[in-house]
């Protein structure tokens, strides 16, 4: 798997908040409905990377904003917990 289909799951990516990210997404209702939105959107954009599902360039581009967006936010609640 190259490099540019690697997950960008949360905890994967920041393996020292794991225990973090779990609590919040039990107990924190807005974590957890942004980090599902996240996931899903990091699944899109590997089914484009497998080219299972392409997406045109625009769009590959706006979810991968969206992602990085919402990881700041999410690592941002993570940290402060």
């Known amino acids: 798997m190259q490099s ?4 960008h799951a949360l905890a994967t990516e920041f393996p ?3 225990d973090k990210i779990h ?3 039990a107990s924190n209702h807005h974590f957890a409905r942004l ?13 484009d990377e497998e080219k299972i ?3 045109n360039d625009e769009t590959l581009h ?3 904003q969206q992602r990085l967006k ?3 936010e999410l690592y941002q609640m993570a940290t402060a917990a």
């Open 4 to 7: 540019s289909m690697l997950s």
């Open 16 to 18: 020292e908040l794991s």
């Open 23 to 25: 609590a919040l997404k």
């Open 35 to 47: 980090l599902a939105e996240h996931d899903a959107i990091d699944q899109r954009i590997i089914r």
């Open 53 to 55: 599902e392409p997406l």
């Open 62 to 64: 706006e979810l991968k």
């Open 70 to 72: 919402l990881k700041d």
